[in-house]
């Protein structure tokens, strides 16, 4: 599902919802952000845990493709 945060209209994905788009694992996923051949996920909220990639990131990957 995709999220929008509360103070900008930007479209926030979950791992999982990535790694379906992707097709691919989280853990291949999680790997290629450690090694920066991802782009970063962001927390949206700068005291929890949960982490988000912004769609636009995700989309502009996937067009150099």
């Not at 479209?11 to 970063?40: D, I, M, N």
């Not at 990639?53 to 990957?61: I, L, P, S």
């Amino acid at each position: 599902m995709r999220k929008q945060s509360s103070n900008t209209t930007e479209l926030q994905l979950t791992y999982e919802e990535v790694c379906t788009v992707l097709k691919t694992s989280q853990a291949t996923l999680r790997r290629y952000v450690k090694q920066g051949r991802f782009p970063a996920p962001m927390k949206p909220n700068p005291n929890g845990r949960a982490v988000r990639f912004r769609y636009q990131d995700v989309k502009a990957w996937l067009d150099k493709l």
